[in-house]
C-alpha cells in the first residue's frame, strides 16, 4: 500500500512555503526498501525510494510556484515481486494570494480625546481574503490584542484603563494570515492621545461689560482667546441666541447684530465654548454683562441765589452747582464762558467752584451748559442755564429836606418828605433809610424814592441828624450809600422894636429926615430877613448880629397918621 501524506501541514502550499523546496512525502507497506516510488503532480513524475516504509522528495520551489491553483498528486509503487500498490492520491491547493487588512479611523478622526478614553475605544478595520475566524493581531502601546475575522471584518474593544495610558503618539499595527498561511501587508495607523482640554476666555465687552445706548445702535464685537487650534469652532450664546465663529491665531471674535443687541435685557451672561481639534471640550467662559440703555438726568441749581452774579460775589469763587441720578464718581463736565470745569458725582449731586477771577471775566449774559454720562456711557441731555453777570454799581442820592435841609418847628407839625433819586436801579426794588435810630423803606419807581416820615418821629428829631439811604439793584450790587445831614430847629426865634425917635413919637423935626427903624432877635441868624410893615407900607432888612435895622423915608414918615403900629418879623 502506499498514502500520500498531508502537505505543507495543511495541504496548502502558500505564497511563503513555495519561496522554498516543497517536501511531499508518505508512507509504504510491504514495500521492500528501495522499491521506486513514482510521483506525478501537475504533469511532471518524480521518483524516490522506499526507505523503512516511507518516502520523502523534495518538489523543487520554481515547480511549486507554477503549480496551478488546485492539484493532485499521484504516487504508485511496486513491491519486489513486482505487485502494484493501490495508487495514492491527494488533492492540494496552490495559493499564493495574500490577504489585505486594513485599520479603520479610530475615534472618527484618529484622535482619542479626554472623553474618549472614559470608556472603552474601538479599534477595527477590514480585511479581504481572509476567511472568517482567521485571527487578527494588533499591538497598540506594546499590547497585543486578538480578535477575528468576521465577514471581512474585525473589531475589539480597548479597554479605557488601556486608553488612559496611551502616550501622546501612537503607531497601531495589525496582522493576518488567511487559512493557507498567506500573510497581509502589516497594517499601520497613527493615532493621537490628546486627552489635554483647551482653555478658552471672553474678553471684556464694550470696554466695560457694559452696553449703552450708543454701543446697541450698532453691532457689538464679542471676542476672546483660546489655545484651541485655528479654524476650531467657537459656539456664543447670547439671550438665547447662538452665534458661532471660527479661531485664528490664538483669538476668536463675532459681532452680535444691531437688533438682537437691541433686544438683550439689563443683565445678560454670555457663555463661550469650543472643542480642541482631538474633540476635548474647554470649560464653558461665562462672562455676565448689563444692557443699561436709561440716559441720567441733570440738572444745574439757581447760581448765586438769583441767577445773577454781581460784583460782590464775583469777589470770590461762585459755586455752581446740581443734581444727577449718574453714579457716584462720575465726570460732571461744565462749560462757562468758554472754560470747562469738571467735578464728580456724590450722592446724586455735583459742585465745583468757579475762581474769582473766572467770575469776573465773565460776559453780561452767560449760558453754562452741563454734561454727565452714566458708568454705562449713556450721555444725560444737555442741561443750560442762563445766568447774568451784573457789576454795574447803582447811585442813590437824597434831596434836600424842607427846601433847606432844616425841619423847623411849623414843619415837624405835619409828615416830613424824604425822598431822592437812583440810577441802575430797577423799579420795586427797595431803598432802606436809616434816621435817628429808625428805619424805614421805600420802593424805587421810575428812578425816585420817597417816604413821609411821620410828625411825631420828625418831632423827636434832635438837632443835627445824618439821612442814610441805601439800595441794591436786581443784580444785589449796592450802591454807595447815601448820606444827607439835617437840622431839626423847632426854637422860635425872637424879635423886638427899639423905641421910635427916642419916645415912639414922630415930631415935625424929626420927619423931615428919615426915621431910623431898629431892634433886636434872638435865635434868628445873620442875614435872616426882618419884614416890617408901617402904614400899609412892607419894609425888609437883614439881621446883623443880632439887630436889625432900616430907614423909614422921610415923605413916608410925613404921610403917617397919627397913630400907627409898626410890626416886625423875622
Known sequence: TIIIDVVSNDDIINAVEDDTDVTISGTTTDAEDGQTVTVTLHGQAYTTTVTGGTWSFDLPAAAAQALGTTETITADVSDAAGNPAVQATRDIIHDVTAPTITIDIVSTDGIINAIEDDTDVTISGTTTGAEDGQTITVVLNGQTYNTTVTGGTWSFDLPAAAAQALNVMETITADVSDVAGNPATQATRDIIHDDTAPIITIDVVSTDDIINEFEQNSGVTISGTTDAE??????????????????????????????????????????????????????????????????????????????????????????INGTTDAEDGQTVTVVLNGQTYTTTVTSGTWTLAVPAADAQALDALETITADVSDIAGNPAIQVTRDIEHDVTVPTITINVVATDDIINAV??????????TTTDVEDGQMVTVTLNGQTYTTTVSGGTW???????????????????????????????????????????????????????????????????????TTGAEDGQTVTVVLNGQIYTTTVTGGTWSFDLPAAVAQALDALETITADV
Do not use: M
Open 230 to 319: 485655528d479654524g476650531q469652532t467657537v459656539t456664543v450664546t447670547l439671550n438665547g441666541q447662538t452665534y458661532t465663529t471660527t479661531v485664528a491665531g490664538g483669538t476668536w471674535s463675532l459681532d452680535v447684530p444691531a437688533l438682537d443687541v437691541q433686544a438683550l435685557d439689563p443683565n445678560e451672561t454670555i457663555t463661550a465654548n469650543i472643542s480642541d481639534l482631538a474633540g476635548n471640550p474647554a470649560i464653558q467662559a461665562i462672562r455676565d454683562i448689563e444692557h443699561d440703555v436709561t440716559a441720567p438726568i441733570i440738572t444745574i441749581d439757581v447760581v448765586a441765589l438769583d441767577d445773577v452774579i454781581n460784583a460782590l460775589e464775583d469777589d470770590t469763587d461762585v459755586t
Open 411 to 420: 414843619e415837624d407839625d405835619n409828615d416830613v418828605t424824604i425822598n431822592g
Open 450 to 520: 420817597s417816604f413821609d416820615l411821620p410828625a411825631a418821629d420828625a418831632q423827636a428829631l434832635g438837632t443835627t441828624r445824618t439821612i442814610i439811604a441805601d439800595v441794591s439793584n436786581d443784580a444785589g450790587n449796592p450802591a454807595v450809600q447815601a448820606t444827607r445831614d439835617v437840622e431839626h430847629d423847632a426854637i422860635a426865634p425872637t424879635i423886638a422894636i427899639n423905641v421910635v425917635s427916642t419916645d415912639d413919637i414922630i415930631n415935625a423935626l424929626e420927619d423931615d429926615t428919615d426915621v431910623t427903624i431898629s431892634g433886636t
